[in-house]
């Protein structure tokens, strides 16, 4: 039977018992007797007697099926009757959790109105009246396992503070399948409300951009509904996010090999202009787009992370940079340089690939800058960083974004 009109009300493990005395009342009282020429009554019964003789056992069906494993929490649990009403319906979780339900408005079928927990064991239990007939049983399932829940991360934190560059990635804790059901379950307003686009990087990772920055000083809000959703391999949802975050101005710094030099703006004016060095012959700084990543105002450096040990000519004591700010995952940074390359700055390179500058020049990019700020380097004759490398997404052109074969010069 098909679910009817629900209350406004909601129900949980409730017995009605009123009405029913109430209804074998009313038809005694209404029954009345035919009577025959002679004034003697005919063979006609009462209502009430006619109506207990008629009276069935209801039967009531149950979904989820009885035993069932493995039920989605976002698929309702309903409990119907085929005659009479329904006069108690609980359903409880093993931790005695119960589910909040609606009951229809012939209180023939109850429905849940919410999601179950996941990795949960449920009781139903019922009991169903049929003008003094009644039924009464139980019936358990349980629902999708903790292995095959899947949860997401995002890089941008609720009321964080971004540049206009910056990249939103969602990081999914399984691989997915329905990749293009995943996109239609994501949504971002504000920032002046443009076009954006997606790009998978791998099952796991899959970003978002605006065709242009976002606009300073403006509101994102971006949401991704997941529960309940099968990504594939029976792997479910188990979460939906909201992320709201803003822009500050727009912050852009160009890096420029050829007069090693960096040049700052804010909102297209231009603010400063420093000497620097960048990566040596051996170790040269990628070029491209770069997007800050994260800050700090001091960061331990080791040669280890690139895999140089003791005696090799690349080689350097690990020691603590001053006024840092990551531009790629794989070790390019922007810092103070080291009092032995301070003399070198706007001459030559000396580094490992990060671009140094002198103390009052990388305390204004720390102080001034933040994650989601610009970084274009130039001029180094060496290939861009590739883009999951950090934020290196703007180095794709917005109409080949989407096209995960594309590949541009990294």
């Not at 997915?176 to 076009?195: M, Y």
């Not at 920055?213 to 909201?242: C, R």
């Not at 603010?271 to 051996?282: A, F, I, K, R, S």
Request: net charge negative.
């Amino acid at each position: 039977m098909a679910p009817q009109p629900t209350r406004k009300r909601t129900w949980r493990s409730r017995a009605l018992t009123g009405l029913a005395g109430f209804s074998v009342l009313a038809l005694a009282a209404c029954g009345t007797s035919a009577v025959s020429g002679d004034g003697q009554a005919s063979g006609g019964v009462s209502g009430a007697a006619g109506s207990d003789a008629a009276a069935t056992e209801p039967a009531v069906s149950v979904a989820p099926a009885a035993d069932a494993t493995m039920v989605n929490p976002v698929d309702p649990v309903t409990v119907t009757t085929d005659q009479g009403r329904l006069t108690n319906v609980s359903v409880v979780s093993d931790d005695g959790a119960e589910a909040s339900g609606d009951m229809s408005e012939d209180e023939s079928t109850w429905t849940s109105n919410e999601p179950l927990e996941f990795n949960a064991a449920y009781t139903v239990t019922y009991t169903a009246d049929n003008n003094g007939r009644t039924s009464e049983g139980t019936s358990a399932f349980s629902t999708v396992d903790a292995a095959h829940e899947m949860d997401v991360s995002m890089n941008v934190k609720d009321g964080g503070t971004y540049g206009v560059w910056q990249i939103v990635e969602f990081e999914f804790s399984e691989p997915i399948q329905n990749k293009d059901e995943i996109e239609q379950a994501v949504s971002v307003t504000g920032g002046g409300d443009q076009d954006g686009a997606f790009r998978w990087y791998s099952d796991t990772k899959l970003r978002y951009r605006p065709a242009e920055p976002w606009a300073p000083d403006s509101k994102i809000k971006v949401a991704i509904e997941l529960l309940g959703k099968d990504v594939g391999n029976g792997m479910i949802g188990n979460e939906n996010q909201t992320v709201n975050f803003t822009t500050g101005p727009e912050h852009r710094a160009y890096v420029d090999n050829d007069t090693k030099t960096l040049v700052a703006y804010e909102n297209g004016k231009k603010t400063g202009e420093w000497p620097v060095t960048l990566g040596n012959p051996d170790w040269p700084s990628t070029t491209g787009k770069k997007v800050i990543i994260e800050q700090a105002e001091s960061y331990e450096f080791k040669a280890s992370s690139l895999n140089l040990s003791p005696g090799d000519p690349h080689y350097y004591e690990p020691f603590n940079a001053s006024n840092v700010a990551r531009l790629t995952w794989s070790g390019e940074f922007i810092h103070q340089a080291l009092p032995s390359a301070i003399p070198v700055l706007g001459y030559a390179n000396v580094s490992h690939g990060c671009v140094g500058m002198p103390p009052e020049g990388a305390k204004y990019i720390f102080d001034t800058f933040r994650p989601g700020d610009m970084v274009e380097v130039v001029n180094t004759n060496y290939p861009q960083a590739d883009p999951d490398d950090g934020y290196g997404d703007w180095n794709i052109p917005f109409d080949k974004y989407s096209d995960e074969n594309w590949h541009g010069n990294w």
